[in-house]
């Protein structure tokens, strides 16, 4: 059985997450993967508690009935976090204690948020996947071999410029750049080339994106096997002609490389959580920019290995979520169950007008008033998500996650107003309780799952043109009047209606921290228009992506970043990594 060395909580204040994980005594990884009907010799080992699950060893379970599939997703993102993972994670231990054949599907986190600042992906408190620092930095090498597959493409297409351009390539019609899985928003936009043809090539300008951006990184997650991976890396444009025609990967000839260099990470992680409950965390795509969602095949088969599987879409649910259902269902044949928002009472009082200086703070008895103002204002934002969810015909459950400085007032103000708007809601404890802080809310999904029976839906056809698909998630999903068109946008819808691959779903890259296109507003303003200032074709991983508002591939570091206060010491202790 799982135990922690030490108390929960000494003088009243959580340990920090990294403590908790390196105390936690958890079980060989061997142990978890009995749980769902593996053996030992079914798994290639990193180590005592991580391990990599072949799909020739998967695909004997394909006959197997699916589990119940919940999404967890969340309110609209703000500094003080609304705490999806670790809801997740705790969810998925409370299920456990009850009893239940529980598995979890999550991403694996990239390096540049772990150093800069939004930390990594695997929970916290007493809501972990084990072994976190492992997970949080290299893990099992699969974000290196993205990387590396990213730009063995971008070297064979330079290379290509440089010795005769067979292809007749236009130099400034190249849209595959270089990814590196770090924040460096110096290397948005770039020239290469420099230095004469014999020394740097064909002069051009140039972008790195972020590994998490990267088109091998979402084909990677949305592959179903091997033959799989290899149409859609083949199907990549990497550039245009001088006549206009899309060139692709495959005619680059490299596409047997870029496999081979994946071949390992194909294969879903097997680690787990603090309690002891397995989890496939595997691929990483961003939620603002590309899909959001754990591997294909990782939800596939806990599907196939478990009774219930809980996953998550980055971000809130008009990102991460919407991608997940109108994306990943529609790729993956997957029909959700049950939808999980996430919300917390800081977070809504600061999409309601609370000054963020306020956050964290508990309100005294004077304050109140204006508090509980904050609170009934910040509810637009989580009945928009809410409202958004049901229209894909899924029943939705709103996860209350309790900090310390709310107040029990506030708590009861949230609850009668989900009870209001007519959807099931419970408080979660898991961050400081784990899977026993999450009874009520496992119980909550439990009963919503049994009594309610999914309808689900998809938003749009994907057969419609471009510009109507992005107008009805605009619309729909983020309660725009209109859409408008600036920059390149207009001449990358017609390239891509002209190459014919105009029938796919769409992949909004937009900011997290608001429902709208600008980071600055919060709440759920309607009737505002929504900015498209260039528009992506993903074809190997089957969607088109509008770049809208101010949004980047590449992300900056922040004034301090998280980097300055992580360490490792002499005997190997490490400190700061949350």
């Not at 001088?242 to 990470?265: E, F, I």
């Not at 999980?340 to 977070?347: H, L, N």
């Not at 296109?517 to 303003?525: E, L, N, S, V, Y």
């Amino acid at each position: 059985m799982f135990s922690f060395r030490g108390s929960r909580q000494e003088g009243g204040i959580i340990k920090p997450d990294i403590e908790i994980a390196q105390e936690a005594k958890v079980q060989p990884i061997e142990k978890i993967a009995e749980k769902i009907g593996l053996t030992r010799d079914d798994l290639e080992f990193y180590g005592k508690y991580k391990a990599k699950v072949p799909l020739s060893v998967l695909k004997r379970f394909d006959k197997n009935k699916d589990g119940k599939l919940i999404l967890v997703t969340a309110i609209t993102a703000t500094k003080a976090g609304e705490g999806k993972t670790v809801t997740s994670i705790g969810l998925c231990q409370a299920m456990g204690i009850l009893g239940k054949k529980v598995m979890l599907s999550l991403r694996e986190p990239s390096l540049g948020p772990v150093f800069g600042i939004k930390g990594g992906a695997t929970g916290g408190g007493y809501s972990q996947v084990y072994p976190m620092w492992d997970i949080d930095l290299h893990f099992n090498g699969d974000f290196h071999a993205v990387g590396a597959a990213h730009n063995l493409l971008s070297a064979i297409l330079e290379n290509h410029l440089t010795h005769g351009n067979s292809l007749n390539i236009d130099p400034t019609r190249i849209v595959w750049g270089k990814a590196m899985d770090m924040n460096a928003r110096e290397l948005r936009k770039i020239i290469v080339g420099l230095g004469g043809r014999a020394a740097g090539g064909v002069p051009h300008e140039s972008r790195f994106d972020i590994t998490v951006a990267s088109e091998i990184m979402a084909i990677l997650a949305l592959a179903k096997d091997m033959k799989d991976l290899r149409e859609r890396l083949s199907k990549i444009v990497v550039a245009y002609t001088q006549d206009n025609k899309p060139v692709t990967a495959s005619q680059l000839k490299c596409v047997g490389s870029m496999c081979l260099l994946l071949k390992d990470a194909i294969n879903p992680n097997l680690v787990q959580t603090l309690e002891g409950q397995p989890c496939f965390d595997h691929t990483g795509p961003f939620a603002n920019i590309a899909h959001g969602n754990s591997s294909m095949v990782g939800t596939k088969y806990a599907l196939k290995l478990a009774d219930y599987v809980l996953t998550e879409g980055g971000f809130a649910a008009d990102l991460g979520a919407e991608k997940f259902l109108n994306i990943v269902c529609r790729q993956g044949g997957f029909k959700p169950d049950c939808v999980v928002i996430v919300s917390s009472v800081r977070a809504l009082k600061i999409h309601g007008g609370m000054p963020d200086e306020n956050m964290g703070k508990e309100p005294t008895k004077q304050e109140m008033k204006q508090h509980l103002d904050w609170l009934e204002k910040g509810f637009a934002n989580l009945d928009k998500h809410v409202e958004n969810m049901k229209k894909f015909g899924v029943p939705v459950v709103v996860a209350l996650n309790q900090f310390p400085t709310d107040t029990e007032e506030e708590m009861q103000h949230s609850m009668e107003h989900c009870k209001k708007v007519g959807v099931r809601a419970a408080f979660s404890r898991v961050f400081t309780e784990g899977g026993k802080g999450g009874i009520d809310l496992a119980k909550a999904v439990l009963e919503t799952i049994e009594k309610e029976k999914s309808k689900f839906k998809f938003l749009y056809d994907e057969k419609l043109p471009i510009k109507e698909k992005i107008k009805i998630i605009a619309t729909e999903i983020y309660g725009a009047k209109d859409v408008v068109y600036v920059g390149t946008a207009p001449k990358d819808i017609e390239a891509i209606e002209k190459s014919g691959n105009d029938k796919l779903p769409i992949c909004m890259a937009k900011t997290q921290l608001s429902i709208t296109d600008d980071p600055k507003t919060k709440g759920a303003p309607r009737n505002w228009v929504l900015t498209v200032r260039e528009v992506r074709l993903s074809n190997g991983a089957g969607f088109i992506v509008p770049l809208t508002g101010e949004i980047m591939t590449m992300p900056g570091l922040p004034k301090v970043p998280a980097a300055e206060k992580i360490n490792i010491d002499d005997n190997g202790y490490i400190t700061g990594l949350n």
